[in-house]
């Protein structure tokens, strides 16, 4: 059998060169996940210089704040009213640089011109339109044995949005349009694949026009994954308003899956796409299907679900724009400890919003994958600098929203929990090891108790599909071209690697090669072994276009391991980056070794720095930690300064050297001019 993979990526502007879409064809992943920003449809218009300054940011009190769900109001313009905001008692000084940038936010019709513009780049169609079973898997039989009937095998595609695609820079609950940016995402991601209406020879593959509207492409071959938009909780979700957050199901083995998702789903790269009716994991399926039902036998009946426990893959989408509290301005700080309805523990600031962490908790509990990937279009472990959101966004950023999140994963019971991203122009590999919080001994207790089980939990960032740090950070294309392109590639990618040199990211991975060994012995034990390349040591990142692919092997009878590789623009090149965890590891059956971060010291410096999160027990709270540890402040302090001091010797350098140009011919032909004139 083919190798089983799935495929991931983010941040591609329609205007700029797409390379990758051949790379990933010829990967043949089952499936392709966006992880935000597939468009660029908001429209930059400069810098915020007024916002660069040094301010004292004071923090919020403990208590709630009168029933409102998010702390304090969110109004028109994005800002956040502050009159009903707890008191203030301590803050600090904080330092705003660079300045933000400044866009204009776009309507539905502009959303849809830059989907239709991706849709008609050829090699993304072509990728999404798959092709012929015979031709890909001329020696395997299909699963009902007819080789003689031609069935188009295609990849599905799948996803969440980020800032850009869903219309407004850094955008929150405000944006006027997020219910009809919702639904253009949807439609772009059934772009080729729908099968709403069945012709006599196959079904419905519909695409995106122009006016929005779709119609039917060439319907003379049987096509597999025939999803349906309509039938998508998903896609009724969005219709709803509550954003596009949602769950798919891939069974990488036959035994389990009947004989109609065998026919009609089986995925390009093998496998077979779950319809949400046999999957069971979404609970607005299950509610629906339920209310359906008159006797308990019936329910009972239609409520198992049909897959198999040791060969599949759950994928959960996590929606972080459409219901997200607006970044705080002015003197409101980020780390605002108080919770809003004691019932639903909904954070002050927030990410998801009560109705999406209602449904991601119940459909993490549902699951019953061997893996389950978590989709995030920002990053969750890392606390970077500078601490303003505005600027630079991730989930450390609303503190609570953060620790919710971990609770939830590693509370559910979920096997192998793997974090992905995008957002950030570059790729990376990142780990932070958590305790329960009862398991960590106060100060005053023996702090030489022993090592309580840890749990690992990796966060994956592939982000940069048509430009990144190593090419030019900026999404717009004249910083792609001459003239601006040499100064712009130069600055992006001295900028970030001084930041991967000097920065105490101690989350990021360091790979050694006695563990690059380790991981190969793994791989090499497991059935069906592909081997393949080796992936670099030391720092897990890289700066230029990348995507990422999951790679699964399974065992017959439970476990496994998961590799994740990054791969880059060069045809038949190996990948960038590549680990492999081994299933037990990821779900702390078994050692991930690794971990310096001292215990119990720097669990109980993030628990006292972590907020008072409401949680039955402490038995239910987890601490998490970079699993490198926590920087000393001095490295912290020291690394920020060296970072200014960076950033304006690039940006300023060229301003000037243009200046002492000016002023040097200025002279030179002033004293010329002297000298003609004596």
Same mark, same amino acid.
């Not at 592939?462 to 792609?480: A, D, I, L, R, Y």
């Not at 001295?494 to 930041?499: S, V």
């Not at 380790?518 to 393949?532: C, I, L, N, Y």
């Given at each position: 059998m083919p190798p089983f993979r799935i495929a991931v990526g983010s941040c591609s502007h329609p205007s700029l060169p797409q390379h990758l879409w051949s790379i990933v064809h010829q990967r043949h992943p089952a499936a392709f996940v966006w992880g935000g920003d597939a468009i660029y449809a908001d429209r930059y218009s400069g810098l915020n210089w007024t916002a660069v300054g040094l301010a004292y940011v004071a923090y919020g009190d403990d208590s709630a704040v009168d029933g409102n769900s998010y702390g304090a109001a969110s109004v028109g313009d994005g800002n956040i009213d502050t009159s009903h905001a707890p008191q203030k008692k301590s803050g600090e000084w904080r330092f705003t640089f660079p300045p933000p940038?400044?866009?204009?936010?776009?309507?539905?019709?502009?959303?849809?011109?830059?989907?239709?513009?991706?849709?008609?780049?050829?090699?993304?169609?072509?990728? /999404?339109?798959? @092709?012929? @079973?015979?031709e890909y898997h001329p020696d395997l039989r299909l699963p009902d044995g007819n080789n003689n009937e031609a069935i188009n095998v295609r990849p599905l595609i799948f996803g969440t949005i980020d800032d850009h695609d869903y219309g407004a820079n850094n955008g929150d609950l405000t944006y006027r349009y997020k219910r009809e940016s919702n639904l253009e995402f949807l439609e772009f991601i059934y772009s080729g694949v729908d099968g709403s209406v069945d012709s006599a020879n196959g079904s419905c593959n519909a695409h995106l026009q122009d006016d929005g509207?779709?119609? =039917?492409?060439?319907?003379?071959?049987?096509?597999?994954?025939?999803r349906n938009k309509h039938n998508d909780p998903m896609y009724q979700r969005a219709i709803d308003g509550k954003g596009v957050f949602g769950v798919q199901l891939f069974d990488f083995v036959s035994t389990k899956v009947s004989p109609k998702s065998m026919s009609d789903n089986i995925l390009w790269g093998g496998g077979y796409w779950i319809p949400e009716g046999e999957a069971l994991i979404d609970p607005d399926v299950i509610a629906k299907q339920t209310t359906h039902n008159d006797s308990i036998n019936a329910t009972q009946h239609i409520l198992q679900s049909n897959y198999s426990t040791t060969h599949s893959v759950a994928i959960f989408v996590l929606d972080v724009r459409s219901n997200k509290t607006p970044w705080p301005k002015g003197k409101h700080h980020h780390h605002q400890s108080s919770t809003g309805d004691d019932d639903n523990? /909904?954070?002050?600031?927030?990410?998801?919003?009560?109705?999406?962490?209602? @449904? %991601?908790?119940?459909?993490?509990? $549902?699951?019953?994958?061997?893996?389950?990937?978590? /989709?995030?279009?920002?990053?969750?472990?890392?606390?970077?600098?500078? $601490?303003?959101?505005? +600027?630079?966004?991730?989930?450390?950023?609303f503190p609570e929203s953060q620790a919710k999140l971990y609770n939830l994963i590693l509370n559910s019971g979920v096997k192998s929990p +793997?974090?992905?991203?995008?957002? /950030?122009?570059?790729?990376?590999?990142?780990?932070?090891? =958590?305790?329960r919080s009862s398991d960590i001994p106060e100060e005053d207790e023996n702090s030489r108790r022993p090592l309580p089980t840890?749990?690992?939990?990796?966060?994956?960032?592939?982000?940069?599909?048509?430009?990144?740090?190593?090419?030019?950070?900026?999404?717009?294309?004249?910083?792609?071209?001459?003239?601006?392109?040499?100064y712009s590639y130069f600055v992006?990618?001295? %900028?970030?690697? +001084? =930041?991967? %040199?000097?920065?105490? @990211?101690?989350?990021?991975? +360091?790979?050694?090669?006695?563990?690059?060994?380790?991981?190969?012995?793994?791989?090499?034990?497991?059935?069906?072994?592909?081997?393949?390349?080796?992936?670099?040591?030391?720092?897990?990142?890289?700066l230029g276009l990348?995507?990422?692919? %999951?790679?699964?092997?399974?065992?017959?009878?439970?476990?496994?391991?998961?590799?994740?590789?990054?791969?880059?623009?060069?045809?038949?090149?190996?990948?960038?980056?590549?680990?492999?965890?081994?299933?037990?590891?990821?779900?702390?059956?078994?050692?991930?070794?690794?971990?310096?971060?001292?215990?119990?010291?720097?669990?109980l410096t993030m628990k006292r720095r972590g907020t008072k999160s409401k949680v039955?027990?402490?038995?239910?709270?987890?601490? =998490?930690v970079p699993y490198r540890g926590i920087a000393p402040a001095l490295h912290e302090y020291t690394a920020n300064a060296i970072l200014f001091v960076t950033f304006c010797s690039l940006f300023f350098s060229p301003h000037v050297l243009l200046i002492a140009v000016f002023v040097v011919v200025r002279r030179r032909w002033t004293r010329r001019k002297e000298v003609e004139v004596s």
């Open positions: 940038s400044i866009h204009i936010d776009a309507t539905p019709e502009v959303i849809r011109k830059w989907y239709q513009k991706q849709w008609n780049i050829d090699s993304y169609r072509q990728f /999404v339109e798959g @092709w012929d @079973w015979n509207g779709q119609i =039917c492409i060439d319907g003379s071959q049987k096509s597999s994954n025939r523990n /909904v954070p002050v600031l927030d990410f998801l919003g009560e109705e999406q962490w209602k @449904w %991601f908790q119940s459909a993490l509990s $549902n699951s019953k994958a061997a893996v389950n990937l978590i /989709v995030s279009g920002l990053q969750v472990h890392p606390e970077r600098f500078p $601490n303003d959101g505005n +600027i630079v966004e991730e989930w450390s950023k +793997i974090l992905v991203s995008g957002d /950030v122009h570059m790729s990376q590999i990142l780990r932070k090891d =958590c305790i840890k749990r690992p939990l990796v966060e994956v960032t592939t982000s940069g599909m048509t430009h990144s740090w190593g090419t030019s950070f900026s999404s717009q294309p004249k910083h792609h071209t001459l003239p601006l392109w040499p992006s990618r001295t %900028f970030m690697t +001084i =930041c991967h %040199f000097v920065c105490p @990211w101690r989350d990021l991975v +360091i790979r050694t090669a006695d563990m690059r060994r380790e991981e190969e012995a793994m791989r090499a034990m497991q059935p069906d072994s592909v081997g393949g390349a080796r992936g670099k040591v030391g720092k897990q990142y890289d990348n995507f990422g692919e %999951f790679e699964f092997q399974f065992n017959e009878g439970g476990g496994g391991v998961v590799s994740f590789r990054v791969f880059g623009k060069g045809k038949d090149q190996p990948p960038k980056l590549q680990m492999t965890w081994s299933l037990n590891q990821l779900s702390g059956k078994t050692d991930l070794a690794g971990m310096t971060a001292k215990y119990p010291q720097d669990f039955s027990s402490s038995k239910d709270e987890w601490i =998490c």
